[in-house]
């Protein structure tokens, strides 16, 4: 069995966003089997690509670039369900990323079994996206994305506390914000598959952003410094913009992030 970074550096190399699922589907259920053995699998090292294999379409481009479509029509929720799985592809390598880019910094098992479990499960949210736009007779890269979505990978690419504090604990985080406004379109529009797939994917995000706040929290212990402090110092030297209320201030409570984390970060309305 690989150790588990180059398990992660395979699907960082795998261009295909069905193929990069699958292996990284594959290589979860690895990792279980093995861990639930008793088993602790070599963590080991890798020398990860600074940008993923990706597929030759979607054409990325700027934000402001990327054409808006409104989504109470057909098109625009198409428009939306491939935005949706954009993100949810690159969620899958960011996931993979930080068990392959800082195998330096020693960690418990538990942080590689929570990361592998949250990879797996955005693999499965990309598949479900993918899933409802071939229902709708569209397919992941049949519209343009935005560009700037490994961003954040970058900027964070040699700061670990930095990673976890904008990935799981903002982006994320900002996804349970998002996404019921996103369910009630699609209830609205009747297109009950699409409801299910982003019940899935509100449901099982929480734990990601949770995993986030843990080890952050975790690494702060081990620093002996103030959590708040330390998030909003990161936050402000890594993310580029102000965080946009409203949020969703139950479901992230449930994920460890208390309101004032993110309140004195937001931008006024």
Known sequence: MPSLAQMADAVLRTADGREKTALSRKLA??????????????????????????????????PRDVPRRRPGSPDGRIALLHAVAHIELNAVDLH?????????????????????????????HFNLM?????????????????????????????????RLAVVPMVLEARGLDVTPGMIEVFRKAKADQAVAALETIYAEEVAHVAYGSKWFHFLCGRHEMDPKDAFHELVQRYFHSPLKPPFNEEKRAEAGLPPDFYWPLAVAD
Do not use: N
């Open 96 to 124: 993979w990323d930080i068990i392959a880019r800082f195998t330096d910094v020693a960690m418990p098992i538990g942080f590689y079994d929570d990361w592998v479990k949250a990879a797996d499960e955005e693999s499965k």
């Open 130 to 162: 993918c899933d409802c736009l071939e229902a709708a007779g569209s397919h992941y890269g049949a519209l343009p994305a935005h560009a700037g979505m490994w961003r954040a990978a970058e900027d964070t690419a040699e700061d670990f506390m930095g």
């Open 29 to 62: 259920a690895q990792w279980r089997e093995a861990r639930a053995t008793g088993a602790r699998p070599e963590i080991g090292h890798a020398d990860p690509p600074m940008h993923p294999a990706r597929p030759a379409a979607p054409e990325l481009l700027s």
